[in-house]
């Protein structure tokens, strides 16, 4: 199993960041009315199935075992723990994030989710200019099925530094670390000003020593390559910075740079963890609805940054002349046949937290002359959570371990195999593709809270374990899906959309 920064991190990152957000028409079988709450609780979850290196305690997923403790050895380094991001063993580091959660009684699960990457991030950073991007190797491990307690594939760490950059992953790095600092700042200030000296580093060493990522750990290219480049994610740093901060050099390099790295240009109509343009779009936009008096002398570019993050929000919600992303006909978002999901729970994401900020500042949304009211955002995103949590055609959960029919056979080595803890006999490379991977029935373990790459673009899925761009889960599928579910378990449902209109503020997202 890889041991990611780049694909653990951008997870990571994502979970920090998406996390800290959240706080800071086709006939259907009958699903039971969602319960936020528990689909909350699950995913969050989901991240203690992913755990590497020494399980603590209080681990409530009994299955898994300690792994990976020989990370790093090999270069002198301990990169022992962090996040491995789907369903093999790699530890890749550009997947992650970090933000909090309040008021869903998760809040302490949330932090230790946050906190367990985070603690990676410091390990992985040994220098101001070094920061270790992946532990493992994606060729040999995807070679082997085995479980991360027993695994004999190669744990070769890989690292960016002056010679050898990686701008993407350096800067969000800075920017989970950044979100991490403010989540920490009252439970626990020394640790969150150790995250935001990480930060500042990161992000200046990103920015100075400028290069992708993947043309410095050629064993990521394979896996996560850095198809947007570097800029969205310094843009995504320097902003995280200045939430963290208020200094304003940080604020001056997203505009001084709005039209230069792409902030101001580039109008996309998704979000993940490689294109961050619509996060930062949205986030810069958000500056002038949260203190318009104190950014009106920016007012002209900040203003840029919001037509290019409603052009995202508005192809979400099929309302752009020309660009709008596609539904299937249950009416999912659809923008890739390969783990779509990722696209919907960041979509969900992003357009609810916008929505709040809407309805706080009582304005409305543009798209194409038409006014939108923040309610439509928030029920757009309700309704793709909704379709993730069983109502959809199918009358399938694509969340793991919520409902009464969800994907038993997700494409994940270590829930597919017998766990450690009932039998730790050696499975050996191709011993676990040869009794394991190939049985037809249910996975031994229920990786609960997982979030499945989901279905094509007709509704129509195959639990098939073989199936991996349907039913493998990766950390940055559930860790956008925390968010919208933080924000929707505020709302009083029942089996109606009363809550989506009548918004309680004291429970918006603050970021």
């Known amino acids: 199993m890889l041991a990611f920064l780049r694909r653990r ?31 909350l609780a699950k995913s969050l979850l989901y991240f203690e199935s992913q755990r590497s290196g020494r399980l603590p305690h209080n681990q409530r997923v009994a299955w ?113 670390m950044a979100a991490a600092s403010i989540v920490f700042r009252e439970t626990n200030p020394h640790y969150s ?85 619509a996060g930062v779009q949205t986030l810069a936009s ?42 299937t006909p249950g009416g999912l978002l659809f923008v890739r046949k390969w783990n779509n999901m990722q696209y919907v729970a960041s979509a969900a994401f992003l357009l609810s937290v916008y929505s709040d900020h809407l309805w706080a500042a009582d304005q409305t949304l543009g798209c194409d002359g038409e006014r939108v009211d923040p309610q439509e955002l928030l029920r757009l995103a309700k309704s ?3 379709y993730i949590l069983g109502d959809n055609p199918r009358g399938t959960s694509y969340l793991v371990g919520y409902g009464d029919n969800y994907p038993l056979r997700v494409h994940h080595r270590g829930a597919s195999i017998e766990s450690y803890r009932r039998n730790k006999g050696f499975i050996g490379c191709t ?25 094509d673009d007709m509704d129509r899925f195959k639990d098939e374990r073989k199936n991996f761009m349907q039913t493998e889960a990766c950390t940055y599928n559930t860790a956008t899906l925390v968010g919208a579910l933080a924000r929707l378990s505020s709302l009083d449902l029942g089996d109606t959309d009363e809550g989506v209109n009548s918004f309680d503020l004291s429970s918006r997202a603050s970021i």
């Open 286 to 327: 958000m500056l002038l609805m949260d203190d318009g008096a104190k950014h009106e002398p920016h007012r002209q570019i900040l203003e840029q940054y919001r037509a290019k993050a409603e052009h995202y929000l508005c192809a979400c919600l099929n309302k752009n002349n020309a660009t709008n992303v596609r539904r």
């Open 193 to 277: 000003r150790l995250l935001l000296h990480h930060a500042k580093q990161l992000f200046e060493f990103g920015d100075k020593r400028r290069g992708k990522y993947d043309a410095s750990v050629a064993a990521a290219k394979g896996y996560y390559p850095s198809v947007s480049g570097y800029n969205d994610e310094l843009l995504w740093a320097a902003l995280w910075l200045y939430k963290a901060t208020d200094s304003a050099d940080y604020l001056a390099y997203v505009l001084d740079n709005a039209a230069s790295l792409g902030g101001i240009t580039w109008a996309i109509a998704e979000f993940s963890w490689d294109v961050k343009f």
């Open 9 to 39: 991190r951008p997870a990571l990152l994502l979970l920090l960041l998406l996390i800290f957000f959240a706080l800071a028409a086709v006939s259907r079988s009958q699903p039971r009315p969602p319960d936020y709450g528990e689909a």
């Open 64 to 176: 898994r075992g300690h792994s990976s403790f020989t990370d790093g050895l090999e270069q002198g380094v301990d990169l022992v723990g962090g996040y491995y991001d789907a369903g093999d063993n790699v530890k890749f580091g550009l997947p992650m994030y970090g933000e909090q959660i309040a008021g869903a009684g998760e809040l302490a699960h949330a932090l230790e989710a946050i906190k367990w990457g985070t603690d990676y991030f410091i390990k992985a950073h040994t220098h101001p200019n070094v920061l270790w991007a992946q532990v493992g190797d994606g060729d040999t491990d995807h070679y082997c099925w085995q479980r991360p307690e027993g695994m004999t594939t190669s744990r070769q760490a890989h690292k960016v530094d002056e010679n050898n950059p990686g701008s993407d992953i350096a800067g969000e790095t800075a920017a989970a």
């Open 384 to 386: 793709q959570v909704d």
């Open 431 to 455: 011993q676990g593709y040869d009794n394991w991977f190939g049985r037809r029935g249910p996975n031994p373990n229920v990786v609960v809270g997982a979030l499945v790459g989901g279905p």
